[in-house]
């Protein structure tokens, strides 16, 4: 079974405009990570959040993360038709080492 | 540097059959994971090891075993196939995953017809 949920399920946008995606979760984290898939091959890890910290920026990126309402949202801005991937959330349980449980994902396609 | 390397890309077995799937992580990347892809249930872990040791255990029976050699390099087995095992197997490392994240493979491709 997934430790969350993520919303929404697909997202279609055009290039240049913003993407955001929003992860729920169940239990208590110790961090929180976003990976990006293209067309079902590896996943790529984007970026890591600590439970401790509330934002963070990499590039086009940014997480949020609200530890009391166990979400978390990534935004990517000014979207490119390369950012056409599913985006996963993962969570890395306080008490579980080396365990990442990971959202269903949100399919996004960017168009040029 | 080099990525982590999963061998081979693609396999079709028969049911019943068994399978070894292997993974090179990072060179110095003791942690090694596994997860199992499947469009019904999506990505769900298997097992990790760490240093030679199994420090987690994912909810799959025990037709699933996996080992790591002092070299970091694992392999995972599946025996005894099922339709329903059909999947795309990834493998990750790290060096400080609590840091860092995760180094995932390309993934193995299992067909089994």
């Known amino acids: 079974s997934q430790q969350g949920e993520e919303d929404p399920q697909a997202l279609s946008i055009q290039e240049g405009e913003n993407a955001t995606m929003n992860c729920s979760y169940k239990t208590s984290i110790n961090n929180l990570q976003w990976y990006r898939q293209n067309s079902g091959r590896g996943l790529v890890h984007l970026i890591l959040i600590r439970s401790n910290e509330r934002e963070k920026h990499s590039g086009r990126l940014r997480v949020t993360l609200d530890t009391s309402k166990k979400s978390s949202s990534l935004l990517i801005t000014a979207s490119r038709a390369a950012d056409t991937a599913s985006y996963f959330c993962?969570?890395?349980?306080?008490?579980?080492?080396?365990?990442?449980?990971f959202g269903a994902g949100t399919q996004v396609v960017v168009t040029p | 540097k080099a990525g982590v390397t999963q061998t081979p890309r693609y396999l079709i077995k028969t049911r019943g059959q068994q399978v070894t799937l292997s993974c090179s992580p990072i060179s110095g990347h003791r942690s090694v994971s596994w997860y199992q892809q499947t469009p019904g249930q999506g990505l769900q872990f298997l097992f990790e090891y760490f240093s030679e040791t199994q420090r987690n255990k994912g909810n799959f029976p025990g037709r699933f075993s996996g080992r790591q050699f002092s070299n970091s390099r694992s392999e995972m087995n599946v025996s005894t196939l099922e339709l329903g095992d059909s999947a795309l197997y990834l493998c990750a490392s790290s060096l400080q995953a609590r840091l860092d994240g995760y180094t995932f493979g390309s993934g193995t491709r299992l067909t089994v017809v």
């Open positions: 993962a969570t890395d349980a306080d008490d579980s080492w080396g365990k990442l449980q």
